[in-house]
Each structure stands twice: as C-alpha cells, then as structure tokens.
C-alpha cells in the first residue's frame, strides 16, 4: 500500500542499498542534504509532506534506480523496519566521542566504524552503540547494543544517545527538554535527574532498538 510513511522508508531503504544516509542521497542527487530528513517529512502544523516528484526522479537518476526499483521497497513493516539485513555501523559507547564518528547533527559519517550484521533495520541513518557500563542497568546492561536513529522524533520518556559539545556521549533516558535546558535520567530512580544548558548539548538521537551484541 502506497502511504506516506511507506514512501519515506522505500527512500530510506533506496538509500541504505547503496551504502548512503539519506543526507548522503540527497547530496548525490544534487539536493540539499537536509531533503530527505525526517523534519522535512512533515509541515510546521504536523502534517505529511511527500517527497516532490523533481527529487524523487533525481534520486532515481543518481542511483541509477528504476521507479520500479523504488516500489519494490515499498513492504515495510513497523516503525522503521522491514523484512531483509544489511550491516550497520556500531562502535563502543567510550569511543563514540572521539573524531570522525559524527557529524554536527548527529549522523554517523563513514570512517573508522566496526560493523554488525542487523535483519530488521531500514533506517538509512541508523547505528548502533555497544554499551561499555551498567549506569543504565537493567534498561542497558553491559555489553548490550543500542541502535539510535538520528531521524527519529524524541520525546520525554525515550532512552537517548546523547553527546555534549564537550565530547562527551552517553546513553540516558531523556527526562525533560525545553528550549533551554536538556534533563537525563539514570536508570536508578533515586538518581537524581542530570540538568544539561542546551548551549552545551550538541545532539540527542533516540534509542530504537535494544540487544546483545
């Protein structure tokens, strides 16, 4: 069935066969990179904007992709996964903030990342994060791996990779956000919730997914 959100992750899935983020898409097809993003994917009073058929022929253009091609991705199932593997990137939680990972926004850039084989993701943009102590037990153990997605929405409640100006990545639970100040929660409700100025925080992608490595 042809809906908005099949249409979407059919580019998401358009993007990921050919080893791209959707940003990555967009700049191949000669379009903002910003096109494709999820914020682009809905209007200021929330309600669905389609991909113009100029970007979409351009896309198929840059990819050498046939409009059958792109239907063909159409199947999807849940929020952002479909039947079918590919791998996405994963490095450890410790080593997440050092150079080359990120970029500004939180989308993952091709450089020095592991690998790990994944069957049911199609979020072009998504990675996983290996999860180095037990600060978010028993939500994230040790040793568990947490894919984010940098498209997602995040909303209060959500568990979140997030990363500080100053370099420093960490997986909490978002507590509250407003305009000017980000609050974390550990697991352990008797922890008091992190305060976080918002000038000091350079991104927020959700958790999506949570496994063993």
Known sequence: MLTHKSIWAAIDALAAEHGLSVSGLARRSGLDPTTFNKSKRVSRDEKPRWPSTESVAKILDATGASLPDLVSHIAMTG?????????????????????????????????????????????????????????????????????????????????????????????RELARRTATRVELRLADPAQPPVSLDTRDVAWVSRIIWIGQT
């Open 79 to 171: 929020d952002g996964l479909r039947l079918g593997g590919r791998r996405i990137p994963i490095v450890r939680l410790d080593q997440a903030g050092g150079q080359g990972f990120f970029d500004d926004t939180g989308f993952p850039l091709s450089g020095d990342w592991d690998q790990v084989d994944f069957p049911e993701i199609a979020d072009a943009d998504a990675y996983a994060v290996e999860i180095v102590d037990d600060t978010m037990a028993p939500t994230l153990r040790r040793g568990d791996m947490a894919i984010a997605s940098p498209t997602a929405g995040v909303r209060r409640g959500d568990r979140v990779i997030v990363r500080t100006v100053a370099g420093e990545v960490m997986a």
